[in-house]
């Protein structure tokens, strides 16, 4: 693939870091869940048909930790389609693309492991995959918004120990979904809105909150018109009329939104035939009907009373079972026993409206205008470099919209990684702070060396958003190892990431609460 095929010594140097924190991943999680006893949690815990094997139990103890919390129902889905309302609220590409795995490359696994084993073995092939991926198309994408690669390698490296590692790893859509959105964003800042557009497409097939990444295509069409209009004719050029510069912005609008929009909109249908159309004989195994009676789950296309989703004018599944199995909605988690889960996403939100702050006080007049002005610098070619760079508006936008609707209207503990999966305005802004404080980072022998100033008249002089190139060593194993050495501020940054790395696999991996 072009992601890991450049002669570019930090990508490879991201792709290998990203690899070796995926598998060091997956060793701690089969300590820890060796270690750890399981908590008896309260989640949806279907059970096994058929009974498990020899090689099956094996696989369970060394990957099992993978499959907790929504995980059973990524798994569950996988193997046995939307038999249960609330599935519907897990997006079909994800599993669809667990099943192909277990059917098609691990098929020769047939004779030694049930499906579902084989389901729980894609899954920690496929999330390592994606996530490495995702490492890179970040990279790439820092390159072209920051404009600066000594900050997207820093920032791609954190993704790496993202505090949503766990998440990255285990049975879960996020890495996925981080892997088509970065990568839909990168196209995007390369101009190829046509290709954008179907990875966004795809994304919003992982992720319900991929219908927000739209927003990055409508941004570029107005941005795009804008601009034009401010260069002017010039000497000798003439303009098409407004009208069909309109027209042809509006309709690419409409249709690559519209793109975006459609598996969505298709899913809501297959639900809405599944469940709310003519009741049909499903073969459905006496343990789960049991359990469907027990947990007052509802089957698909059972005869009787229909749920009340199906009679709205525009029936959508996704939005009732937030509402009724999860008592999601607006203020609805602002409860006093809720207080450990928001001390637990307080980080992240700190981290989010820190980034917006500085942004806007840096870019103060950018903001004012939503970035649709034409500004001295960027007509001379030599626009800023960094996280404040003005390319970077839309991503704090869009990273803002998300925390404020994450913070006030959902289970706020899954702030964590509903952010590091969706938006690169997080390691952006980590990298900045560390990259603003440690100024001996990207000098020779700096892990060796305490904190120092910059030689004079280096390139690190400028600033430390300096893009010239430099060696090709390792940032953050050279801030690892200089740790006790760091500043308060950098210790706080990159021990977060390290605390959540850890913490997360320690608790997530045993049916302990997590974010």
């Not at 993202?162 to 892997?179: G, I, L, N, R, T």
């Not at 959105?181 to 800042?189: C, I, T």
């Not at 469940?275 to 009676?293: H, S």
């Not at 820190?354 to 626009?383: D, F, I, M, S």
Request: positive net charge; aromatic residues 14%; glycine residues 6%.
């Amino acid at each position: 693939m072009e992601l890991v095929n450049r002669q570019d010594p930090y990508l490879r140097e991201v792709v290998r870091t990203a690899v070796c924190c995926r598998a060091l991943t997956l060793l701690l999680q089969a300590v820890f869940n060796l270690l750890i006893p399981d908590h008896a949690a309260d989640a949806f815990s279907p059970p096994r048909l058929p009974e498990p094997g020899a090689w099956d139990v094996l696989v369970e103890q060394l990957l099992g930790g993978l499959a907790r919390w929504d995980a059973e129902h990524f798994l569950f889905i996988a193997e046995r389609g939307y038999l249960y309302e609330h599935n519907c609220a897990f997006f079909p590409l994800y599993p669809l693309s667990l099943r192909a795995v277990a059917e098609g490359a691990l098929w020769p696994l047939q004779p030694l492991l049930r499906l579902r084993s084989r389901l729980l073995l894609s899954a920690a092939l496929l999330s390592a995959l994606f996530s490495v991926l995702a490492a890179a198309a970040l990279y790439e994408l820092g390159c072209g918004a920051l404009r600066c690669r000594r900050a997207a390698f820093l920032a791609a490296l954190l993704f790496c120990i993202s505090p949503a590692s766990v998440f990255m790893a285990a049975a879960y859509s996020e890495s996925m979904f981080a892997c088509l959105a970065f990568g839909a964003m990168w196209q995007l800042e390369k101009g190829q809105s046509w290709l954008s557009a179907l990875l966004f497409a795809l994304a919003s097939g992982v992720r319900a909150n991929g219908l927000v990444n739209a927003g990055f295509l409508l941004y570029s069409c107005t941005k795009r018109l804008a601009f034009h209009f401010q260069v002017g004719s010039g000497p000798g050029r003439k303009l098409p009329p407004l009208w069909r510069q309109l027209l042809s912005v509006a309709s690419s609008a409409v249709v690559t939104c519209a793109g975006v929009c459609l598996p969505f909109v298709l899913f809501q249908y297959y639900a809405y035939v599944r469940f709310c159309g003519p009741g049909l004989e499903l073969d459905v195994p006496k343990p789960l009907r049991q359990l469907a009676l027990d947990k007052g789950y509802r089957l698909a296309a059972t005869s009787g009373v229909k749920p009340t989703w199906c009679s709205q004018r525009f029936p959508v599944v996704y939005s009732y079972i937030q509402d009724v199995y999860w008592n999601v909605g607006f203020l609805r988690y602002f409860e006093l026993r809720q207080v450990p889960n928001f001390l637990l996403a307080l980080p992240v939100t700190l981290l989010g409206c820190w980034a917006a702050g500085t942004y806007v006080v840096a870019n103060p007049r950018h903001c004012l205008t939503l970035g649709l002005e034409r500004r001295k610098a960027e007509q001379e070619g030599k626009p800023r470099a960094g996280f404040c760079s003005p390319a970077v508006f839309v991503y704090v936008v869009h990273a803002t919209a998300l925390l404020f609707f994450g913070f006030f209207c959902m289970h706020v503990q899954v702030l964590t990684r509903f952010l590091a999966s969706s938006s690169p305005v997080l390691y952006w802004f980590s990298a900045h702070l560390l990259q603003e404080h440690e100024l001996w980072l990207w000098t020779e022998g700096a892990a060796r060396q305490t904190v120092v100033s910059p030689p004079k008249g280096s390139a690190l002089g400028a600033s430390p958003g300096s893009c010239r190139m430099g060696a090709a060593a390792n940032p953050l194993l050279r801030l690892l190892r200089s740790f006790p050495l760091l500043t308060p501020r950098s210790k706080c940054v990159l021990g977060y990431f390290l605390a959540y790395w850890l913490l997360g696999l320690a608790l997530h991996c045993n049916f302990l609460p997590w974010t």
